[in-house]
């Protein structure tokens, strides 16, 4: 069953194009891997399926409703975690987490379970109290996650989920969205880390210039990119045309 | 679903009771703030009694400046509300939490508009409640006066913060064009409609021309109707002056204060439902889009870029240009004044008059300068965010880093000073001593006042803050502002004698003798002096405290 559809969906800023009529669908407990170089359009179409934007064109549903026509219900059913873990600098972290668990309609006792569960794990515990103005990046982004798997949805959808996590608590990440899925959760995932996309994605989907270049399991992204033993840089770099920048990386190996 | 207002209640919570107790800086605010309600009932009343006490003329004047206020403050709170309104509904950051949270818009409508109501109206109520207030005492109208006068404040708040945050979602999603055209043309539209209503409806004219009217009894029962009977501030003025007059409750203004703002909060909250997505969504395209900015030849001058990131930073964030148009309006409206000002029908000489205003055109000047300081100059060394340390790390002296934003705000802060001194000194026909006087004290006082805000802008710096505008609510800027303002009141007393007397011998052509030429010498030397070592005072001072910041 698809969790996400996404049909014919374009957007435009001005006379630029930024996501030109793509459609994919997410299945449940499918993590999907979004990919593309800087400005190919991730962050629009994320935004877009988050119901922070509005398309110009095309429709977007989410566990079989209508973005357009039931947001409210849609965005109940969708955990967004941004690329940017702006935060309420002066709420302590607890206070964003019961915040965020109040706008959803979270039931007291997940909340109660879910919050000691995910804090703790994240090393966050001794930090609930404080103001969120005295975080880390990291911990911000740490209390962001907590936030989100706390509500156990049917999609995640995430926007760069390792920045400036430590390599502890990046695992610890791979590691819920693995089990999250193997839970039946649909994880819609953009990344810029091609080691997490080829470690954590099902499928995968490159776009270049708001364009889908390439979808599907990494045997057809090979297959697609005639490199049968390559990894998914290689891939990358070949599909978004920038391959000719690995014989630049091996001439500068070379001469150092 | 009162969760929406959770960060809000929390962060003031946080901020005046960190620990769950009072913190010392709360205490001082609101010292402060008791002080300045107490300070200005006593002006209030002082001067409200001295036109009560006159004759039947001063009891409908000073009604007639009764309502002059309420249309004032009215409109004063429509224009902040529709500026604070773009921000808070269209680019504030939480926006991407609860935007993707599932909440209907009509519940995001009822937290912004009761947090605006609170953020543009809690100013206006410590300056209006106690002049408000004075006007019940000074007609003997009793404590029920005092139950009438807060809800009406209330309800007056209400409803312009609802007819502007309406205003703005329709006016967003209206404008088909890009964020900032849309912003512009907005702003501009804002503008037109802040000066027509000031003017048109105060008509101030009319206060004192009673040549226009064919007998004094018309004169008379112009200034005592109101401004206009379809505006809210019409009902406020005329329950609150019927009941210091009658102490009779007047039920129609009564119903219509009470009506009104829930018509325009349900409003407000349809149009939220039915127009903000569209406009929201088209708020986040980013500026600028598909523009390029070309960058200039590379020079190694720090100083000059400096002065480039500064304008840069100012022209393409339309959160801080916007507000030159709030600044634009200010100068035609203060400008306008001195215009129509009634000079020749006074009975004092016109000449003395018009000195007596231009020196004490001096002090408004100053506190236009300081306010604006207080927004722009204050916040300028916190605005550099995260930047900052980058700014420190370079091999740019804290003293050196603090001249060249002085030299950068010094230069429009000077040339607005000079607009407003000669403009209006123009106006009221000065020339002689007082022209040179008003220009030298308010130059003075202008460059003193950039420097004490760049100074306590450096020692209470908050590099954190997301909101620019939020900044000017902050301790550090209310202390500023009380400082900045004691320093022009002490100048301006302080020349206020050798001033009259040298104007004085102008006017007449006494000859100047040597003892009135060296206190005048001596205490405009002094002014200058004390103003040199205030501004040394306070960009060393704020060096020092960069220093504190950066280790």
Not at chain 1, 24 to 47: D, H, M, Q, S, W
Not at chain 2, 317 to 331: E, P
Not at chain 2, 395 to 423: D, G, N, Q
Request: positive net charge; glycine residues 8%; hydrophobic residues 50%.
């Amino acid at each position: 069953m698809n969790i996400l559809e996404i049909t014919n969906l374009t957007k435009r800023f001005g006379s630029h194009v930024a996501v030109n009529n793509i459609s994919l669908a997410v299945r449940r407990g499918e993590i999907y891997g979004f990919l593309g170089p800087n400005g190919a359009g991730k962050t629009t179409t994320i935004k877009i399926v988050a119901g922070l934007l509005q398309p110009d064109t095309g429709t977007v549903r989410i566990n079989g409703h209508d973005l357009a026509a039931d947001p409210a219900r849609c965005k109940q059913d969708t955990g967004y975690v941004p690329d940017r873990p702006w935060l309420f600098e002066k709420m302590t972290g607890m206070e964003f987490l019961q915040f965020i668990g109040g706008l959803y309609n979270l039931d007291a006792d997940r909340f109660n379970s879910a919050t000691t569960h995910f804090l703790q794990l994240f090393d966050l515990d001794e930090w609930r109290d404080h103001l969120i103005e005295s975080y880390s990046h990291g911990m911000r982004q740490k209390l962001i996650m907590t936030s989100v798997l706390m509500q156990n949805q049917p999609l995640l959808v995430i926007d760069e989920p390792m920045v400036g996590l430590d390599p502890k608590s990046a695992r610890l990440v791979k590691e819920m969205f693995k089990q999250k899925a193997r839970g039946g959760t649909a994880i819609f995932l953009s990344t810029h880390s091609l080691e997490i996309a080829e470690e954590l994605c099902d499928r995968i989907t490159i776009i270049t210039d708001g364009s889908l270049r390439i979808s599907g399991t990494m045997e057809t992204l090979r297959r697609e990119a005639g490199r049968q033993t390559s990894d998914l840089e290689d891939i990358f770099l070949e599909l978004t045309g920038a391959w000719e920048m690995q014989e630049v990386i091996a001439a500068l190996k070379e001469r150092s | 679903m009162n969760i929406l207002f959770q960060p809000f209640i929390l962060g003031l919570r946080h901020h005046f009771l960190p620990g769950g107790r009072p913190a010392l800086r709360t205490i001082g605010i609101l010292m402060a703030g008791a002080l300045l309600f107490y300070g200005l009932y006593l002006a209030g009343l002082k001067t409200i009694t001295y036109f009560h006490s006159q004759n039947e003329l001063g009891v409908i004047l000073s009604l007639k400046i009764f309502q002059m206020a309420w249309v004032i403050v009215f409109t004063m709170l429509i224009f902040s509300s529709m500026v604070t309104g773009v921000s808070a509904l269209f680019l504030s950051r939480d926006n991407e939490i609860i935007f993707a949270a599932p909440v209907p818009p009509k519940d995001i409508f009822r937290m912004r508009y009761v947090t605006t109501t609170i953020y543009i109206s809690w100013m206006m109520m410590i300056f209006s409640l106690p002049v408000f207030g004075a006007f019940g005492t000074v007609f003997g109208a009793g404590p029920l006066y005092l139950v009438l006068l807060a809800p009406t404040v209330l309800s007056i708040a209400a409803t312009a913060t609802a007819i502007g945050l309406g205003v703005t979602i329709l006016m967003v999603r209206l404008f088909p064009a890009r964020r900032t055209r849309d912003i512009v043309v907005y702003l501009s539209l804002l503008f037109g409609i802040l000066l027509y209503l000031v003017i048109r409806l105060l008509r101030p004219e009319e206060l004192a021309d009673p040549e226009r009217f064919p007998d004094f009894i018309e004169y008379l029962s112009s200034l005592s109707t109101p401004v206009s009977p379809l505006l809210p501030p019409s009902w406020a003025a005329g329950l609150l002056s019927g009941f210091l007059q009658d102490h009779v409750v007047d039920w129609l203004p009564v119903s219509l204060l009470l009506l009104t703002p829930m018509v325009f909060y349900f409003a407000g909250q349809w149009i939220m439902s039915r127009f903000f997505f569209t406009g929201f969504s088209r708020a986040q395209e980013s500026f600028g889009g598909s523009r390029t900015f070309r960058a200039p030849a590379y020079r190694p001058a720090p100083m000059l870029w400096l002065f480039r990131k500064e304008v840069k930073m100012f022209v393409r964030d339309s959160s801080q240009w916007s507000q030159l148009f709030l600044v634009g309006a200010l100068i035609v409206v203060y400008l306008y004044n001195f215009k129509v000002l009634p000079l020749d029908r006074s009975p004092v000489p016109a000449a003395a008059v018009a000195n007596l205003i231009a020196y004490a055109n001096i002090g408004l000047t100053g506190f236009i300068i300081a306010s604006l300081a207080a927004r722009f100059v204050y916040p300028a060394i916190g605005a550099e965010g995260s930047g900052f340390g980058l700014i420190l790390t370079a091999p740019l002296s804290p003293e050196r880093y603090m001249l060249y934003k002085y030299l950068f705000y010094v230069i429009p802060f000077t040339t607005l000073a000079l607009i407003l001194l000669v403009a209006s000194n123009h106006l009221l026909k000065i020339s002689g001593p007082m022209w040179w006087i008003s220009l030298g004290t308010g130059l003075v006082i202008t460059w003193t006042v950039v420097a004490m805000a760049l100074g306590f802008g450096a020692v209470y710096a908050d590099f954190k803050t997301e909101n620019i505008a939020a900044v000017q609510g902050s301790f550090g800027s209310i202390l500023f502002l009380f400082s900045a303002v004691t320093f022009e009141l002490l100048t301006i007393f302080t020349a206020a004698l050798p001033t009259y007397k040298l104007v004085r011998s102008w006017r007449w052509g006494i000859h100047l003798s040597s003892p009135v030429l060296i206190e005048t010498t001596g205490v405009l030397s002094v002014i200058l002096l004390s103003g040199l070592v205030i501004s040394l005072f306070s960009l060393r001072k704020g060096s020092n405290m960069l220093r504190v910041h950066v280790h």
